[in-house]
């Protein structure tokens, strides 16, 4: 079970407690029923999408080499314009961008090894995160990541069921790739920018693990 998820988990597992002590306090047999059930299902549910499995990185993985932060499926992979010019010389960037639904594992991991040398939060709007907007428009939280000469930016966007990003990290942290920092709550879209010229090793619709899948190897 993951830990960024306690204090939901706990509130639920109350929840289900509740109405499992209600059930057998009530004689109507359909409703008694229909509150087993529903117990049932946010257990099941709960577990389910908390759910944190163990992850081992590739063998023979370099520096360059750029894994999944997330779960789910490629939804875009584009050239778009540099936000972050104190981050990046170039004009233009590569990014790719992960739809992650409610089924899949929402624990996010580090795509790279290297020091955290940007953090960045916006308090935004809820737009379902498979609509390109959520990119610009969403909540999320924005992490660089350098490693020797070469630089990183994802980026955790909350969909419009997710209303929790997690993210246990700041500037000048160690990130060791494929080690978890957090995680977004009930459907999300994580982004991870790359400069122009990096390999891009994934095709649109794709479905990635983070910790496991390569995305991208980046030049020296």
């Given at each position: 079970?993951?830990?960024?998820?306690?204090?939901?988990?706990?509130?639920?597992?109350?929840?289900?407690?509740?109405?499992?002590?209600?059930?057998?306090?009530?004689?109507?047999?359909?409703?008694?029923?229909?509150?087993?059930?529903?117990?049932?299902?946010?257990?099941?549910?709960?577990?389910?999408?908390?759910?944190?499995?163990?992850?081992?990185?590739?063998?023979?993985?370099?520096?360059?080499?750029?894994?999944?932060?997330?779960?789910?499926?490629?939804?875009?992979?584009?050239?778009?314009?540099?936000?972050?010019?104190?981050?990046?010389?170039?004009?233009?960037?590569?990014?790719?961008?992960?739809?992650?639904?409610?089924?899949?594992?929402?624990?996010?991991?580090?795509?790279?090894?290297?020091?955290?040398?940007?953090?960045?939060?916006?308090?935004?709007?809820?737009?379902?995160?498979?609509?390109?907007?959520?990119?610009?428009?969403?909540?999320?939280?924005?992490?660089?990541?350098?490693?020797?000469?070469?630089?990183?930016?994802?980026?955790?966007?909350?969909?419009?069921?997710?209303?929790?990003?997690?993210?246990?990290?700041?500037?000048?942290?160690?990130?060791?790739?494929?080690?978890?920092?957090?995680?977004?709550?009930?459907?999300?879209?994580?982004d991870i920018i790359f400069k122009p010229d990096t390999k891009i090793l994934v095709n649109l619709h794709d479905k990635v693990k983070a910790g496991v899948s390569i995305l991208a190897k980046l030049t020296r």
């Open positions: 079970m993951a830990i960024y998820g306690k204090d939901t988990i706990i509130k639920i597992y109350f929840v289900s407690l509740l109405l499992l002590v209600a059930s057998l306090f009530i004689n109507h047999t359909a409703v008694k029923i229909i509150f087993l059930v529903l117990c049932l299902f946010l257990i099941l549910f709960t577990s389910f999408f908390f759910r944190d499995p163990a992850r081992k990185i590739p063998n023979g993985i370099t520096n360059e080499d750029v894994l999944s932060p997330a779960d789910g499926k490629i939804v875009e992979i584009k050239k778009i314009k540099n936000k972050y010019p104190e981050l990046f010389s170039c004009k233009e960037l590569s990014l790719i961008s992960i739809f992650m639904s409610p089924l899949n594992v929402h624990v996010n991991r580090f795509p790279l090894s290297g020091k955290i040398n940007y953090y960045n939060y916006i308090k935004g709007k809820y737009v379902v995160a498979f609509n390109e907007k959520s990119s610009d428009e969403n909540e999320r939280t924005e992490i660089g990541i350098i490693s020797g000469t070469n630089q990183i930016v994802f980026i955790q966007i909350a969909g419009y069921v997710a209303r929790r990003i997690v993210c246990n990290i700041k500037t000048e942290d160690y990130a060791v790739a494929g080690e978890r920092f957090g995680m977004i709550k009930f459907g999300s879209r994580v």
